[in-house]
C-alpha cells in the first residue's frame, strides 16, 4: 500500500501579519512542509476584526503562493480567534440539586461577558474537582466566548477564498501546543506581550486553568525605556511599565491560587514563566525581569521539537499541531464555526432591515412627493373651476317704480353660476354698452331666482342699491353676472 502523507495547514492574523505554516506527517514523524509570512499594512486588520477584505484577501493569497518549500492545495485551516475578541472568565461553581453546570455556566455568562448570551458563542470545560471536603460540590470552570457577529466575519472570509474553518481555536492554547510536544505536569505561565497589552495565562496538567489580561504592553515598556538615563541592565529595570506587570502577575498569582489549590492557598508556584510576543524581542528582557521580586524563572518561547523554528510562528505551529495530534482535543477549549440556522436567521433579520428601508424609501421620495403632486393638482383644478365659473351667466329684474305692488314677483333674478361675483360699477346710462353695469333700487331686498319668473327657484337675494354686471334684458327680467 501507498503511504499517504497528511497535512494540516494552520493560518495566525494578526493586526500586522498572516502567518501560515503547514505539517505533514508520514509513518507518524511530523515535519514542516510549508511556512511563510507576509506584513498587513494599517487599516487591513484592526483589534482582531478586518477593516478591509479585499487586501487581506490579496495578502492571504501570497501568503499561501509564496509558502516554502511547497504548500499543498489545503482545504482546511486551523484558526486562532485573535485574542481582541476572546471573552474569558474562569470561575468556581458549586453544583446544588437541579441547578446543572450548563445552567451555572450561562448565569455566568450573563453577568460576567460583555455581548449577551443570543448574540455569542461559548465553550466550557469543567477543568477538575475542586480539592477538599468542604468543597466536595465545587468545580473550577474555564469560559471561553466571543461574539457571533465576529466569528461569522471570519467564517465568510475564509469561506469566499474557498478554505473551511472546522472550529476556531484560542491563541493561548495555539501558543502553549506550538512550545511543549504534549501537556506539561508542571505548572507553567506564559506571558505573551504585545504592542498594547499582554495576556498571562497559566497552565496545569490539566490545561489552561487561569487567564488575565493587562494594557501593559511592549509600547509603554518601550516609553518608560526611552526615560532611562543609560542603557545598562541596572538602568533599565527601573522601568515603571516593567514593575507594574510584574505587580500584577504577583496579584494574580495569589488569586489563581486560591481558584485553582483552594481558598487557604496563598500562592501558586509556577516552574517558569515563558515569554512570547513582540516583548520576547526587548534585549535583555529575561535579565530584566531577573531583576523584579518575583522569584520565578523566565525564558524565551521557543519549539521543544522544531527548535530551529522562528518563535513567531510558535502559534500558528500550535494550530496546526491539535489536529495532526489528537491528545490536544481532550483538554483545550475550541469555538464552533457558527451554525446555518443562524445565518439563516440573520439573513432573514438582514432582509427585514432591507424591506424596511425600501418602505421607508419608497415613502420618502415617491409617495410623498406624488402626494404633494396630486394635491397641488387639486388646488389648481380648484382655483381653474372657481375661475371658469365666474363667467357664467345670471339674470336680474329690477323692482319697477310705477309698480310696487309687484315688488317681490317683478324683481326676480336668475342665476346659472354656482358661485357668484360683483363688480364695481357705473350705472345704465350712456355708457351702458361698455359698461354694462345694473344698479338696483328698491325698498326691500330683491330674489335672484334661477330663471327670467317667478316659477323659478329664488336662490338669493340682493340689497338695493347693489350694482350687478348685467347680460341682457329679456322680458322684463335682466340676466346678470351671478
Known amino acids: 500500500m501507498f503511504n499517504k502523507h497528511k497535512r494540516y495547514l494552520g493560518i495566525e492574523i494578526d493586526d500586522n501579519s498572516i502567518r501560515i505554516l503547514e505539517l505533514s506527517s508520514l509513518k507518524g514523524e511530523e515535519q514542516i512542509s510549508a511556512q511563510n ?17 479585499k487586501i487581506l484577501a490579496k495578502k492571504l493569497k501570497e501568503a499561501l503562493s509564496k509558502a516554502k518549500p511547497k504548500l499543498a492545495s489545503s482545504k482546511i485551516i486551523h484558526f486562532a480567534l485573535p485574542e481582541e475578541l476572546i471573552f474569558s472568565h474562569i470561575f468556581q461553581a458549586e453544583l446544588s440539586p437541579g441547578k446543572g453546570i450548563k445552567q451555572i455556566v450561562a448565569k455566568e455568562y450573563e453577568q460576567h461577558i460583555a455581548s449577551s448570551i443570543s448574540d455569542g458563542e461559548y465553550a466550557f470545560k469543567v477543568v477538575d474537582k475542586a480539592i477538599g471536603a468542604e468543597r466536595k460540590h465545587v468545580l473550577n470552570v474555564v469560559l471561553a466566548a466571543a461574539a457571533k457577529k465576529s466569528l461569522l466575519a471570519w467564517q465568510n472570509f475564509f469561506e469566499q477564498e474557498k478554505l473551511t474553518i472546522d472550529f476556531f481555536d484560542l491563541e493561548s492554547l495555539a501558543v502553549y501546543r506550538g512550545i511543549f510536544t504534549e501537556p506539561q505536569t508542571s505548572n507553567i505561565g506564559i506571558l505573551n506581550i504585545k504592542k498594547n497589552y499582554s495576556n498571562f495565562t497559566i497552565f496545569t496538567q490539566n490545561g489552561l486553568e487561569y487567564a488575565f489580561s493587562t494594557d501593559i504592553g511592549l509600547m509603554q515598556i518601550d516609553q518608560d525605556e526611552q526615560k532611562q538615563k543609560g542603557p545598562s541592565v541596572d538602568a533599565r529595570s527601573a522601568n515603571a511599565a516593567l514593575q507594574k506587570l510584574t505587580a500584577e502577575i504577583k496579584d494574580n498569582l495569589a488569586e489563581a491560587a486560591k481558584l485553582i489549590l483552594g481558598e487557604s492557598a496563598t500562592t501558586l508556584t509556577l516552574e517558569k514563566i515563558v515569554l512570547m510576543g513582540a516583548g520576547a524581542e526587548i534585549p535583555n528582557i529575561i535579565d530584566l525581569f531577573s531583576k523584579q521580586s518575583l522569584s520565578i524563572s523566565f525564558e524565551l518561547g521557543g519549539s521543544k521539537q522544531f527548535v530551529d523554528l522562528d518563535r513567531r510562528f510558535l502559534g500558528v505551529l500550535g494550530l496546526a499541531l491539535r489536529s495532526l495530534d489528537q491528545k490536544w482535543e481532550k483538554n483545550d ?33 415617491i409617495i410623498f412627493p406624488l402626494s404633494m403632486i396630486f394635491l397641488l393638482f387639486a ?104
Not at 339 to 363: C, D, M, P, T
Request: hydrophobic letters at 35%; glycine letters at 6%; charged letters at 25%.
Open 37 to 53: 509570512e507576509v506584513l498587513l499594512g494599517s487599516g487591513v486588520v484592526e483589534d482582531g476584526q478586518i477593516k478591509n477584505e
Open 379 to 482: 388646488v389648481w383644478f380648484y382655483m381653474g373651476t372657481k375661475s371658469s365659473n365666474k363667467q357664467t351667466e345670471s339674470v336680474v329684474i329690477p323692482p319697477s317704480a310705477t309698480a310696487p305692488e309687484k315688488k317681490t314677483k317683478e324683481t326676480e333674478i336668475k342665476a346659472e353660476a354656482l358661485k357668484p361675483e360683483v363688480k364695481s360699477t357705473n350705472t345704465l346710462s350712456t355708457t351702458e354698452t361698455k359698461n354694462n353695469i345694473l344698479i338696483i333700487y328698491s325698498d326691500i331686498p330683491l330674489n335672484v331666482r334661477s330663471g327670467p319668473g317667478t316659477s323659478f327657484d329664488a336662490i338669493s337675494k340682493i340689497a338695493s342699491g347693489s350694482e350687478q354686471v348685467m347680460l341682457k334684458e329679456q322680458d322684463g327680467w335682466y340676466k346678470i353676472l351671478w
Open 333 to 365: 477549549l475550541t469555538l464552533p464555526c457558527i451554525g446555518h440556522a443562524y445565518q439563516l436567521e440573520k439573513q432573514r433579520s438582514a432582509n427585514r432591515v432591507e424591506i424596511i428601508s425600501l418602505w421607508i424609501f419608497v415613502k420618502k421620495f
